[in-house]
């Protein structure tokens, strides 16, 4: 079995692009830059070893704008994550287009906070924060989106360094980045490189004398030989070993009457290269599962899934397997190794219309055995005769890859979870497996962005040697924060 440490603290020196720039990580902090596998990129944006949550509430009100939006950072330490008010005391922030430093201005239905990502763009040892609001418009161009980084230090994120990226050439409604991703995909430099999404391709950046850079643009719409989609998500992952992060843009469609579909781009020395189409989701996860050293690809398909997958309902999820050959068990139609549904034996509840099983899914060792674990959101899932009241499952990983056997089922009726079961929370929208305390043990996120009409609410749960846990957890929302939390959708993104 293989294991990788993302928390190695040891000094270090980069080169950066440009042959004059040296930046030394002190040696009580420095973090390892330019990760490939998924578990050496954990979210750790002042490299103490411990992983921050950052958390995205596009709805917020920020500079007395409604709708501007705002993200919020919880650091890790050894008692984990809390809120601003927590007992013993840990480190929050709060960061928006209002902050002084943050590029732009506060403006209604910019949506900031709408997709978040993170990686060591500058290869300082410190993770970087990445925020995109894609209905920022530029000029008289409505919606045609914005990314904001906001660099890591010694002292956790700051604006003083932060940068606004736009796309080469803005267009209406295009919506640059509605989804974000950075890992080292390519030998350019040292650092992570960031992957930004709009409706009709993904642009990279790549950090190099100072700043950002333009690098490259992937098609996802009109090369031929692709299967044309319009990206909604992306995730990264060393799916076959080489050193170099590989790229899955995941999205819908455009001939296929609107299926699910993933483009996979391999990184390599000059950057990633288009390998293949995949079946795929809207949402997608990477992290070894077996153990054998190559990161996994899991897809969530939360919608009623057609083609290979009919009559199943109530969604699905599909794990590829890497290899030293790319990804295992996959045919001309691109057939996951595993597909798992709600009618899976051993899953917990049942698969129905509208259930949204793989809504979203987070991998990582939430027991501490080695194997990576899966946590699915199921919005969509009924409690008892409440509709839409929302949940999650948590399925393990073993040398077989995933495993039914010990599988765990949450829900805020289960016993030990605060609130209460109601129509529409959409409890599982989004989830998140984190390791804030650093003890080898990922603790549960669990979001419902539209709880308490659209406030936003996430839970906490614990990590233990059986698994996820309800036993002592608890709740926040942006108000915990120092954030203004009415109407925020707080919880609509969070890191992966």
């Not at 596998?37 to 007395?64: I, Q, S």
């Not at 080469?168 to 080292?184: K, M, V």
């Not at 060393?238 to 050193?243: E, I, P």
């Not at 897809?299 to 199943?312: A, K, S, T």
Request: net charge negative; charged share 20%.
């Amino acid at each position: 079995m293989t294991h990788r440490s993302s928390r190695t603290l040891a000094a270090a020196t980069f080169l950066l692009l440009g042959g004059a720039v040296i930046t030394a990580a002190p040696s009580a902090f420095a973090g390892t830059p330019g990760g490939t596998y998924a578990d050496d990129r954990n979210c750790d944006f002042d490299g103490d070893g411990y992983d921050d949550v950052l958390t995205g509430a596009p709805g917020g009100t920020d500079g007395g704008k409604k709708g501007a939006g705002y993200v919020t950072v919880q650091y890790g330490s050894a008692s984990g994550i809390g809120t601003a008010t927590s007992v013993p005391r840990v480190r929050t922030a709060v960061f928006g287009q209002s902050t002084a430093g943050v590029p732009g201005s506060a403006e209604p239905g910019d949506g900031f906070g709408t997709a978040v990502a993170t990686g060591d763009l500058d290869a300082d040892g410190f993770d970087d924060a990445i925020v995109s609001s894609p209905g920022e418009d530029e000029g008289s161009v409505s919606d045609a989106g914005r990314v904001v980084v906001l660099y890591g230090s010694k002292d956790g994120l700051t604006a003083a360094r932060s940068a606004a990226l736009r796309s080469a050439a803005p267009e209406g409604n295009a919506r640059f980045g509605l989804a974000l991703g950075a890992a080292r995909l390519s030998g350019a430099t040292p650092g992570d490189q960031l992957a930004v999404a709009g409706r009709s391709g993904v642009t990279l950046f790549t950090y190099g004398a100072g700043s950002l850079q333009l690098t490259g643009r992937l098609d996802t719409e009109g090369v031929p030989g692709h299967e044309p989609i319009r990206p909604a998500s992306l995730t990264t992952g060393n799916y076959d070993g080489d050193g170099y992060a590989d790229l899955v843009v995941s999205g819908r469609s455009l001939e296929e009457d609107g299926r699910s579909w993933s483009a996979v781009f391999m990184g390599g020395a000059d950057g990633p290269v288009f390998a293949r189409d995949l079946a795929g989701g809207t949402a997608n996860a990477s992290g070894d599962i077996n153990g054998d050293g190559y990161d996994d690809l899991v897809f969530g398909r939360p919608d009623r899934p057609q083609d290979v997958y009919e009559p199943l309902t109530g969604g699905v999820v599909g794990v590829f397997l890497g290899t030293a050959a790319r990804m295992a068990d996959v045919d001309d139609l691109g057939t996951p190794a595993q597909v798992w549904t709600q009618a899976t034996p051993g899953v917990p509840g049942t698969a129905e219309l509208g259930d949204g099983f793989g809504a979203d899914v987070s991998l990582a060792d939430i027991d501490g055995d080695g194997y990576e674990d899966l946590a699915v959101g199921v919005p969509g899932e009924d409690i008892g005769s409440v509709a839409d009241a929302g949940g999650v499952r948590v399925l393990r990983g073993s040398d077989e890859g995933l495993t039914a056997t010990g599988a765990k089922s949450f829900d805020q009726d289960a016993p030990g979870v605060p609130g209460t079961a109601e129509k529409g929370d959409r409890w599982g929208g989004q989830v998140r497996l984190a390791d804030t305390d650093a003890d080898g043990r990922s603790e549960l996120l669990a979001a419902a962005p539209g709880e308490n009409t659209s406030d936003g609410v996430v839970w906490w749960l614990a990590a233990s040697t059986t698994g996820t846990v309800s036993t002592g957890s608890w709740s926040y929302g942006g108000g915990s924060l120092g954030a203004s939390g009415t109407d925020a959708l707080f919880g609509t993104s969070i890191d992966e």
